[in-house]
């Protein structure tokens, strides 16, 4: 069973930055697709980041040019790099990973996902 582990979340000050990190574990096959995903308070979850087993990586208009999504297929980690981080990011962010290709950023049809690390920007 594939499990994921997020961690790196935290509180941050508009403007400032912080890393995700996304451990895989029970991988029994190459992995073609995962995403980042993030739920505010009384809203539904929403794609923003995804990267395919070849690197190729696509983004949501809200995170474009602040946030950068990467792996490291040799250990099997995920990774989301959040720069100039706004006020409108605080939510809980989730890593996902499915076998079949990738299909856009707002697909949320994924079988495994992590328990979700929160991140908080103030003003």
């Known amino acids: 069973q594939v499990q994921l582990v997020e961690s790196g979340g935290g509180s941050v000050q508009a403007g400032g930055s912080l890393r995700l990190s996304c451990a895989v574990f029970?991988?029994?096959?190459?992995?073609?697709?995962m995403g980042w995903f993030r739920q505010a308070p009384g809203k539904e979850r929403e794609g923003f980041a995804q990267?395919?087993?070849?690197?190729?990586?696509e983004y949501a208009d809200s995170v474009k040019g602040r946030f950068t999504i990467s792996q490291d297929n040799a250990k099997n980690t995920l990774f989301l790099q959040m720069n100039s981080l706004k006020p409108e990011d605080t939510a809980m962010y989730y890593c996902?990973?499915?076998?079949?290709?990738?299909?856009?950023?707002?697909?949320?049809?994924?079988?495994?996902w992590g328990q979700g690390t929160q991140v908080t920007v103030s003003s």
């Open positions: 029970g991988v029994t096959s190459p992995i073609e697709c």
């Open positions: 990267v395919d087993s070849d690197g190729r990586t």
């Open positions: 996902a990973a499915r076998y079949r290709f990738c299909s856009g950023v707002l697909n949320r049809d994924f079988p495994y």
